[in-house]
């Protein structure tokens, strides 16, 4: 006898991603795009007011890492995917995934390097 249709399993449903993983990507996205402009301020000899932006957003990640253990369950890859998919729409061809990708990582170990440091 074939089971009921309600005890069949339910297929899979996207993802759907929640309100804090937004934020995280955009915190991500938003340190990734003042650390870029920094050091293309700082190769073009200019003044780095990108700097101190980029190291403020750096900060609210350190914190809302914190904030949010527990509740999400890996902070990096939440990062990684919510903060690539906005730069993707912002940037479009301009800049390759793989560049992306490798200026997120970078965000994310010097968030990683702070934690380390100042809370253990």
Request: some cysteine.
């Amino acid at each position: 006898m074939p089971l009921p249709h309600v005890c069949q399993p339910a297929p899979e449903q996207p993802s759907i991603s929640t309100e804090l993983e937004i934020l995280i990507g955009q915190v991500t996205a938003a340190a990734v795009g003042e650390l870029a402009a920094a050091v293309q301020e700082f190769n073009n000899g200019g003044a780095r007011p990108s700097a101190n932006a980029a190291a403020d957003w750096v900060a609210q990640l350190v914190m809302l890492r914190a904030a949010t253990a527990g509740e999400i369950a890996d902070f990096e890859a939440t990062a990684r995917v919510q903060a690539l998919q906005m730069l993707r729409q912002r940037c479009r061809a301009e800049v390759s995934t793989a560049l992306l990708a490798g200026l997120i990582d970078d965000v994310l170990r010097l968030v990683d390097r702070v934690v380390r440091t100042q809370w253990h």
